[in-house]
């Protein structure tokens, strides 16, 4: 395909730059995927956006921004085992090299290859009209989800689903999220219908609480302050949440996750960053309690995550309240750093409306 695109990305000083870009050709085992939908991960924001502190696989490399790309293939490179021009498309967004142990369990995030490149990091991603991927890198995306919808399973959904999966959510348990930010409601809309019975959110910022209730993913949600851990074994009888979740990346809101957690019971750490502090004696050891850390998903997973959300009728773009064109990326950056917003979406032809 002949001509140019525009593509965004990110110098590291809260802004954006567009630049024009051949439009790619796929190689062997590649696909060219027209862009519909683009979300932007708080990953984006914290390590590249403001500035740029992401090391070794978050180290930026002055790509196409974006790794939560979703499109259609309108070309494809000779050699494709399973994918054809038209399929909507979801692009698991890390490229791993495919064949050390981490690749062959799915957790392409893990790959140490140097030929690991992850979309929007170190190759380009999704904030243009093109990309180019790998087939291997691709999900299918079924009919009843919208691009959107897709967008947000290539990072986030995907990350919230794994560690729930991995701390097992049913009807038994009262859920706890510490931090709603897109991945805190993501974690609760998910939790929810795995059929969590009682869903409590934390967050410090009110905006985040009101949309977390006003969602309809919380039966309570409380403000983050020095009462939290008794409000939340008030809610649950003295006893503790049986899981909870810390979506935040902040010590103290991990230390409520862990003491508000009841008697073996388990814990799941997403949110990236910071440190924790707590005594392992009385909070962790003499319950029985478990922390599991969790980093993404594996690309099976996400392809089951894909055939569930069907099932239930689940549509993660419920949670975007904000999109934009391409032109407008820099809005769109600004205000997820801002905070104040559920996710903001980039997008493209019938997404946007
Ligand atoms: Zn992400
Ligand atoms: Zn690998």
């Known amino acids: 395909m002949k001509g140019s695109m525009k593509g965004a990305v990110l110098p590291g000083n809260s802004t954006v730059a567009f630049r024009q870009y051949p439009i ?22 914290r390590a590249i956006y403001r500035e740029h502190l992401g090391k070794g696989p978050e180290g930026y490399q002055g790509v196409i921004a974006g790794h939560e790309p979703c499109g259609q293939i309108v070309r494809c490179g ?117 059929g969590a019975r009682t869903l409590i959110g934390v967050d410090v910022v009110t905006e985040r609480i009101d949309l977390a209730r006003k969602m309809g993913l919380v039966h309570h949600s409380l403000p983050f302050d020095e009462h939290a851990l008794g409000r939340v074994r008030e809610l649950t009888g003295g006893r503790g949440c049986e899981r909870a979740i810390d979506c935040s990346g902040k010590d103290d809101a991990r230390r409520l996750a862990v003491q508000a957690t009841r008697k073996w019971g388990k814990i799941a750490l997403v949110g990236e960053g910071g440190s924790i502090k707590f005594d392992p004696s009385p909070d962790l050891l003499h319950d029985q309690k478990t922390i599991y850390g969790s980093w993404v998903t594996s690309i099976w997973l996400m392809e089951d995550l894909v055939e569930r959300l069907v099932a239930w009728t689940l549509h993660p773009e419920a949670l975007v309240t904000n999109r934009f064109p391409l032109e407008k990326a820099d809005e769109a950056y600004r205000l997820m750093a801002d905070g104040r917003c559920g996710k903001v979406a980039v997008v493209f032809d019938e997404e946007m409306k």
């Open 24 to 45: 790619p050709e796929p190689g062997h085992g590649q696909v060219l995927v027209r862009m519909k939908s683009s979300t932007i991960c708080g990953s984006d924001i």
């Open 78 to 194: 000779p050699g494709l085992r399973r994918f054809a021009e038209g399929a909507r498309v979801i692009v698991y967004h890390i490229s791993g090299c495919g064949i050390c142990y981490d690749c062959r369990r799915g957790f392409m995030i893990s790959c140490s290859s140097p030929l690991r490149a992850a979309y929007g990091w170190q190759r380009d991603g999704g904030m243009a009209e093109f990309l180019l991927a790998e087939e291997k890198d691709l999900v299918p995306l079924p009919n009843e989800l919208s691009y959107t919808d897709g967008a947000q399973v290539a990072c986030g959904f995907g990350t919230c689903y794994e560690a729930l999966e991995k701390i097992g959510i049913s009807g038994n348990d009262t859920v706890l999220v510490t931090g709603l930010g897109p991945v805190g409601l993501a974690t609760l809309m998910l939790a929810k219908a795995l």
